[in-house]
Nanobody
Framework: QVQLVESGGGLVQAGKSLGLSCAASGTIFSITTMAWYRQAPGKQRELVAS???????WYEDSVKGRFTISRDNAKTTVYLQMNSLKPEDTAVYYC???????????WGQGTQVTVSS
């Protein structure tokens, strides 16, 4: 199993920046893709950004050019740098990883990001 612990959420004004991190432990050798999802009140959880073991990245359209996902060389920590934040970015942000040979994602507990206007 993999355990994921997120940190870095909080309250920030619109236009400011915030960084999230997620540390993985456990069977980390099996981790392939690492990602960030978010869920706003009354909305479905959505994929925000992902990064493969080879470093390929994907971003949801609304965050392109503002958010940057990265991971360390040991592939145990994934980061999400969020710039030019907007009130509509307010959500609980979840770290998630895929493991080799395992269907589905492993999830962190989530961290609240609130952007005030």
């Amino acid at each position: 199993q993999v355990q994921l612990v997120e940190s870095g959420g909080g309250l920030v004004q619109a236009g400011k920046s915030l960084g999230l991190s997620c540390a993985a432990s456990g069977t980390i050798f099996s981790i392939t893709t690492m990602a960030w999802y978010r869920q706003a009140p009354g909305k479905q959880r959505e994929l925000v950004a992902s990064i493969t073991s080879g470093g390929n990245t994907w971003y949801e359209d609304s965050v392109k050019g503002r958010f940057t996902i990265s991971r360390d060389n040991a592939k145990t920590t994934v980061y999400l740098q969020m710039n030019s934040l907007k009130p509509e970015d307010t959500a609980v942000y979840y770290c998630a990883v895929k493991r080799r040979w395992i269907t589905g994602w492993d999830w962190g507990q989530g961290t609240q990001v609130t952007v005030s206007s």
